[in-house]
């Protein structure tokens, strides 16, 4: 049916992370003409792998809390997407039907989107996928090539938050029992400034620098 959503409004590229098994009978019959899309889609081991080269993902969730804010409604979303394509390859980032994306999961993603319903506040996978696709559709018609930036991928963007854990860990800026906390901070920070290649390269001859600097620390400062 996510197949059939995405070849109405002109989408071809899906990307699955440990699927069940493709060829099964109902998921056939639920493509229909869309059998193709499904017997091409491309198989990860992981979300991370799959967005490697995606400097643009949006995780989709219908949850708020600590670690979902700034969570924005489809037409927003498409305005941020668009502002930097086709410069940068975008991707929506859907859970799973039953619990959706994890907490990690989401902060793998640069940005956050929820369908704003009444009563109830969950979709059927489907039927999210098909509502986003036509806002994409609808808002994409036109792209100013005078507005490109090429962004860092994911794939530049990952080991830069490895390396900046790693370092903030030593120099006891973080809690090694819950690193994640201020690093999922971070994160929305260098989302919002929507880094370059060149950029992760100072960030990370920065944390270089800190890491030398600090080669015979041992311990937090006054203690």
Sequence with gaps: MVCRAMKNFGFSDLRLVNPCPLDHPEALKFAVSAKGMLESARIFGSLEEALADCPLSVATTRRHGKYRQEIFAPPEIVARIRSGIPANRAA?????????????????????ATIPTDEFGSLNLAQAVLLFCYELRQGLTTVNPEEERQLAPPAEVEPLYAQMEETLLKIGFLKPENPAHLMRTFRRVFARAGLDSREVAVFRGLFSQVDWATGAFTGKKGK
Excluded: I, P
Aim: charged fraction near 30%; glycine fraction near 10%; aromatic fraction near 10%.
């Design 92 to 112: 929506l980032v859907f859970g799973r039907e039953d619990s959706g994306l994890t907490t990690d999961e989401v902060a793998l993603c640069r940005w956050q």
